[in-house]
């Protein structure tokens, strides 16, 4: 299974690496970082991430978008919100953490979806559309082929659901044993 996680700069580390730490553990995972032009990325913090370009023949495989700080400049960049809305077009699944919902409601993809957000930054996230049905409370919600979490580490509830739905209930637990994580949601 191909994933690739689409980062932008000012994203989140854990909103990516938490669930990177379970989704590359689903058999024969190839996780690939990528950005719009390719090349290094860097988070709030200063952490900088080599990224592959997206490519067309990316597209039809599995997405997470991250969120972060960078998601309240990256609703408004036209660039960024276009190809979000291509990947979810053409994505077999998209997977969102924190304030990544917020750039795919953006583009309309989750119009008369159920979706989670951070639960601290709810008031601007789920201002970014209202043609969505926000859940204030839930970790991470499934809609279809999105998967939407709430804040930071929820987006590891939310990976391992993921897990659970492509690969098992019982490789999921196993995955959450490894990690020594105790899953919530």
């Not at 000012?10 to 996780?31: N, Q, Y």
């Not at 789920?126 to 970790?139: F, G, K, L, M, T």
Request: aromatic share 8%; glycine share 10%.
């Amino acid at each position: 299974m191909k994933i690739n996680i689409l980062l932008f700069h000012d994203f989140t580390a854990l909103d990516v690496f938490g669930p990177v730490e379970v989704l590359c553990r689903i058999p024969d995972a190839r996780i690939s970082f990528r950005s719009i032009r390719g090349g290094i990325v860097c988070n709030h913090q200063g952490l900088r991430i080599d990224t592959e370009k997206v490519t067309d023949e990316s597209l039809g495989q599995v997405w997470l978008i991250p969120g972060g700080f960078g998601t309240r400049t990256g609703v408004n960049d036209r660039e960024l919100t276009d190809l979000i809305k291509t990947i979810a077009e053409r994505s077999e699944y998209c997977l969102t953490v924190c304030t990544g919902s917020a750039l795919l409601a953006k583009t309309g993809a989750l119009d008369g979806k159920k979706a989670a957000t951070n639960h601290r930054a709810f008031g601007w996230a789920s201002s970014q559309s209202d043609a969505v049905s926000w859940d204030p409370v839930s970790r991470w919600v499934k809609d279809g082929k999105f998967y939407t979490s709430a804040g930071v580490s929820a987006g590891i509830d939310m990976a391992l659901a993921f897990v659970s739905d492509v690969v098992s209930p019982e490789y999921a637990a196993e995955c959450a044993d490894a990690i020594e994580y105790e899953r919530r949601g």
